[in-house]
């Protein structure tokens, strides 16, 4: 019992940690300059600047009807995480306007630099939700839509979420000037490149296909000096039809140049593929 409370506890705190990150990113850098987001985030956004609401009511109304839609369609499993994220959003977007408004935080405002804005904004942001996204939750709104809808219409979440973004984006030509949605364009595709990068791993490493006539000793040398695990496979080459090994293995950046030279020394012809690993789990490299 403990031990479930503990591994869950392990993924419950990372998202509250993501949507603070995300939290302090819309107060400090988005609403003070003017900037916008997509998904339902963005329509909270734009009813702040059309009608004063609190971001923290805004996305809480907002979320509700489609978490009902979600739990009853999606199951409860799936949208546990996901309630967990829409709370403490709500929760850390009130906690940081009742700091704003003591005075406790001023936000990041600037009338010249607003590439600097755009640029905070999408680290913060893409840094809140890549933690989130990461540990299974996320923060509501569109993508609850999106994953009820790619499932009965076999169309891909990416596609659905990016239509949707642009449409609220485009909604929001009515509130703001046209350049300060070309800053949140700025903003959005640095948040995208870093949800991306974080969840496909910070650790980089790099696979090697290995296609020889002699497996065997490249795998022993691999193994002895590199300290690498090596996977032999048993391969025929279609042209020659003579017999082969593919040798596969995973190093670290460090380790290439070495491995190379391992390659060059027992079978200067053989085939090698180098492929970019962006995640890498298991002995020698990291565990979960």
Known sequence: MIRKMTSQLKIIFPIMIGTAIYAFGLHYFVIPNQLTEGGVTGIAILLNYAAGWPLSLSTLLLNIPLFIVGWRTLGKREMAYTLIGVLSLSLFLALLERLIHKGWLVPFHTSQDYILAALYAGVTLGAGLGIVFRFGGTTGGIDIIARITSRKKNVSMGQLILAFDALIIGAALFYIPIEKILYTLVAVFVASRLID????????????????????????????????????????????????????????????RRLKSIIRSIDPRAFTVISEVHDVLGEGFKEE
């Open 197 to 256: 990068f974080i969840q496909d791993g910070a650790y980089s490493a790099k696979s090697f296909t290995i296609i020889t006539d002699h497996g065997s000793s490249m795998a022993a040398r691999i193994a002895a000096e590199l300290e690498r695990g090596v996977t032999l496979m048993p391969a025929k080459g279609a042209f020659s039809g003579h017999a082969k090994e593919v040798v596969y293995c995973v190093v670290q950046r460090q380790e290439m």
